[in-house]
């Protein structure tokens, strides 16, 4: 005989109880996990510089004359940002750039950070969810132990979906206020240690 999914009827209080403990579990994860990444660092602007970051970023940066040039950090030195970027010649793999910090307002990161939050907040959702639905699970006597445990299942998969969702937007909200992409630079090499510190941080 195929399983029979019995799901005894909640209360309208006791679903939304549920709700804000799944969503309150997911906010407190990504507050332990954004933690550290807020840190700006030192800002010692007399300290030379000569960094390489641990992996390829993405990059936009807009001078003060309101020119906007893309490309991927490869170095940061005393006195510039070094870009390449694909190049237009066919005989060249690469064009690089090198643009004064003096002549620098703004730079934004292009991390992702947003969709990797997003995602991290639908699995955390989901395994709440999950959790929830199947300990919430009520006992049906009048079916067997097998049929029993199906329903359970099917009830933290149940749970697991309907959490998912509200778990991505919230790490997607937590990922645009996570950790900083966007730095104003404003020709000033203090800015552009933060922006080292923040480039250190990202995992190679």
Do not use: W
């Amino acid at each position: 005989m195929p399983a029979r999914y019995y799901f005894p009827e909640k209360t309208i209080n006791e679903f939304l109880k549920l709700f804000m403990k799944q969503c309150h579990t997911i906010c407190f994860c990504f507050m332990i996990f954004f933690a550290g990444a807020q840190d700006s660092g030192p800002t010692d602007s007399t300290q030379s510089l000569d960094f390489f970051p641990n992996k390829p970023v993405k990059t936009v940066i807009r001078l003060k004359s309101d020119s906007v040039i893309t490309g991927t950090i490869i170095r940061i030195t005393h006195n510039a940002v070094i870009l390449s970027r694909p190049s237009p010649d066919s005989d060249k793999n690469q064009l690089y750039l090198s643009i004064l910090i003096p002549e620098i307002q703004r730079v934004k990161l292009k991390t992702g950070a947003i969709p990797f939050a997003m995602g991290v907040g639908a699995f955390l959702g989901g395994a709440a969810g999950y959790g929830l639905g199947y300990i919430s699970y009520t006992y049906d006597h009048s079916i067997s132990d097998a049929d029993n445990t199906d329903n359970r299942k099917a009830r933290g998969f149940i749970g697991a979906v309907i959490a998912a969702v509200p778990g991505a937007v919230i790490g997607g909200i937590v990922g645009i206020f996570g950790p900083k992409r966007n730095f104003k630079i404003k020709g000033r090499k203090e800015n552009i240690v933060k922006l080292i510190h923040a480039l250190k941080k990202l995992k190679n």
